[in-house]
């Protein structure tokens, strides 16, 4: 169903990819030196090349930007990829991981967490992480249907319902509560990476990565669901199964990726879609790719964020948002005149 014509005239994927590698590494160096304490390239480099732990600039670059920079490719590649893997699975062009109410669980457990004092970073990431999990697994059961598979309706509306209850709730927490509760929230809910770095790094890489390998093993077992549920099974797959690994990877990716970052909701649903009009919906270019473009958007969001109100900072969610939402209705004006 993403299938459009320009299919026949899409570049080598390997072009693609090196024009996302090659865009990385220059937004990663970027990335070490832009803040509201510039750093010169050339000391960016030495701090990198010749580190000198007595020098104050350096310091900044190892302690501060390079785990945030990390921090925010990671959280990027995660959405991209789940958001890919959801759009996928339910084949809702318009899915992305706030579907399964990841965000507005996270959100809850995060303002539970600090209504009851707790601001330790690593701990906030737990607490986001088993309320992300919680709520998909909620919707997941709601979702099914009593006599075989998933019900793509009964889904979509289950985590719509469960988001709007659980937003209501988080607000009722962050309302009642103290100025400095809802400041500590409103730090995390605008999607900031500021001063989240090895605290947070570990776990996210580790989690990120497992639901990395799960969602992109299902590369071949997408592309016959995409057929249609009978053509799957045809074919061999279970699809049952497939429903229950890709819920996994999808509680994973963006659990993380929330987790770590707080609700980023626009990078899940733009990046397929740009990666989709670049190399076609087969899920073998498809997955890695959006993940690579949800890296760069991250990124890019991040960098402007820090620019825009120096010294202050905008948070990379807000930003994600406000630069993307223009470039997505020019993606999908391209794709509906494509397909036209």
């Not at 760069?296 to 994600?320: F, H, N, W, Y």
Request: net charge positive; charged share 10%; with cysteine.
């Amino acid at each position: 169903m993403f299938q459009t014509r320009t299919s026949t005239r899409r570049r080598s994927p390997l072009l693609w990819w090196a024009a996302a590698l090659v865009m990385l590494c220059l937004l990663m160096f970027c990335s070490f030196a832009v803040g509201s304490a510039s750093i010169s390239l050339p000391e960016t480099l030495r701090a990198i090349t010749d580190f000198d732990p007595s020098n104050t600039e350096h310091l900044l670059v190892h302690e501060l930007r390079i785990p945030r920079t990390f921090l925010a490719i990671l959280v990027g590649a995660g959405l991209g990829l789940a958001g890919a893997l959801m759009q996928s699975l339910t084949r809702n062009p318009l899915a992305e991981p706030g579907l399964l109410g990841v965000n507005s669980g996270a959100a809850f457990a995060v303002a539970l967490a600090i209504t009851f004092g707790v601001i330790q970073p690593a701990v906030l990431m737990l607490f986001a992480f088993a309320g992300a999990g919680a709520s998909s697994i909620a919707v997941f059961i709601l979702g099914q249907r009593s006599t075989r598979g998933n019900d793509l309706s009964r889904m979509v509306l289950a985590g719509a319902g469960l988001s709007v209850m659980l937003a209501a709730a988080t607000t009722i927490l962050i309302i009642g509560g103290t100025s400095q509760n809802q400041s500590k929230y409103a730090s995390w809910a605008t999607g900031s990476l500021q001063g989240r770095g090895y605290d947070v790094l570990p776990t996210t890489l580790v989690v990120i990565l497992v639901g990395s390998v799960l969602a992109l093993g299902m590369s071949r077992t997408l592309d016959a669901l995409a057929l249609g549920e009978d053509s799957a099974k045809a074919l061999g797959i279970n699809s049952q199964r497939a429903w229950i690994l890709g819920l996994l990877g999808i509680v994973l990716l963006p659990g993380a990726a929330t987790a770590a970052a707080g609700p980023i909701s626009f990078i899940g649903l733009a990046a397929p879609h740009a990666a989709r009009m670049l190399v076609g919906a087969g899920h073998q270019r498809l997955l890695p790719l959006s993940m690579a473009l949800g890296a760069l958007a991250l990124l890019i969001a991040d960098i402007l964020g820090r620019v825009v109100v120096i010294p202050d900072e905008v948070g990379a969610g807000a930003m994600s948002a406000l630069i993307g939402a223009p470039l997505f209705i020019l993606l999908a004006r391209r794709m509906l005149k494509a397909g036209s």
